[in-house]
């Protein structure tokens, strides 16, 4: 029962990660490139501030 949770969340991420390329292609892909520009520490700071994000959002919907 709770594997299910976990494949419908990972199914959940990956459509909501497959809006930007399907839709905007050409500017997702220039964004992949700025992005590709950051130093390690200004990628870590996006990855922590995303992960900070997700884990609020699930304690405020629990």
Same mark, same amino acid.
């Given at each position: 029962?709770?594997?299910?949770? &976990?494949?419908?969340?990972?199914?959940?991420?990956?459509?909501?990660?497959?809006?930007?390329?399907?839709?905007?292609?050409?500017? &997702?892909?220039?964004?992949?490139?700025?992005?590709?520009?950051?130093?390690?520490g200004q990628v870590r700071?996006?990855?922590?501030?995303?992960?900070?994000?997700?884990?609020?959002?699930?304690?405020w919907i629990k």
């Amino acid at each position: 029962m709770m594997n299910d949770y &976990w494949f419908i969340a990972l199914g959940l991420m990956l459509v909501l990660e497959g809006i930007m390329p399907f839709i905007f292609p050409r500017e &997702w892909r220039e964004t992949l490139r700025k992005v590709a520009e950051f130093q390690d520490g200004q990628v870590r700071f996006i990855g922590l501030t995303l992960m900070l994000s997700g884990l609020l959002l699930i304690y405020w919907i629990k």
